[in-house]
């Protein structure tokens, strides 16, 4: 799969994709990110990516054209599954979004800055939005972030075990069962017997039963969803 991030901070993303799942996921050839620096297709003689807002509003927004340039430039070499827009007021984020987007074979994230994009950008272009939550980032980059890291670890092959993304909450619409490891007993405060009992039906059950019962105590809206 492969991710192109439009972004005025380019240098931001060099850090998350040279470490741990997402460093493998690149290394092993499941997963190429390439970040375009916006201001790189800027035709302005001063490199302006920005101007004030018709209407007078406070702060500054992200110009049409440097944005378009480089969508297009993309959109010649390569066919794309889908433009995302990372933007407060889009689709929040879940995990089957994230399942449903590491499916696709390229895609472009574009990442707001200041006030935002000219709107006319996601007329024209954009063909999904998505929100990572209820509260205003200063830039998409930060979403973008946790976007390409949750659609990296469930693209097949990225984790060791398969299994391991399946297990992680929201996978079966439930959140994911405790887990422990050694020592079994830290200072009086045991590990749960049956985790020791090496019977794995009374293992599968137990996890089960504090998945259900942390889901309804935690969070009772994913189980009516
Ligand atoms: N004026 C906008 C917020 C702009 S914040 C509004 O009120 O809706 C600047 C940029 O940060 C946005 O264009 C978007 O790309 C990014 N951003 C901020 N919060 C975000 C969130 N919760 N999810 C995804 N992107 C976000």
């Known amino acids: 799969m492969r991710i192109d991030i439009l972004t005025l901070f380019p240098d931001m993303f060099s850090g998350v994709f040279s470490h741990s799942i997402l460093k493998r996921a690149i290394q092993k050839g499941h997963l190429e990110v390439q970040c375009h620096d916006i201001r790189d297709y800027t035709l302005d003689k001063h490199r302006r990516v920005d101007d004030y807002p018709f209407g007078g509003e406070a702060g500054m927004v992200m110009m049409i054209e440097p944005i378009a340039r480089c969508i297009e430039q993309l959109k010649s070499e390569r066919d794309y599954d889908a433009v995302i827009f990372m933007s407060p007021d889009g689709v929040p984020f879940k995990q089957t979004a994230a399942n449903r987007l590491s499916m696709m074979q390229n895609i472009i994230i574009l990442c707001g800055h200041y006030k935002g994009i000219d709107e006319r950008i996601r007329d024209i272009y954009v063909t999904e939005e998505i929100s990572i939550g209820d509260y205003v980032l200063s830039g998409g980059e930060i979403a973008a972030m946790t976007v390409v890291d949750a659609v990296a670890r469930v693209i097949p092959g990225v984790l060791n075990d398969e299994t391991s993304a ?60």
């Open 166 to 225: 399946l297990s992680d909450s929201f996978q079966d619409g439930l959140l994911s069962a405790p887990v422990y490891t050694r020592p079994a007993d830290y200072k009086g405060n045991k590990v749960p017997d049956v985790l020791l009992s090496g019977n794995e039906r009374l293992i599968r059950d137990w996890k089960l039963e504090q998945q259900l019962e942390r889901t309804q105590k935690r969070r009772p809206d994913l189980l009516n969803s």
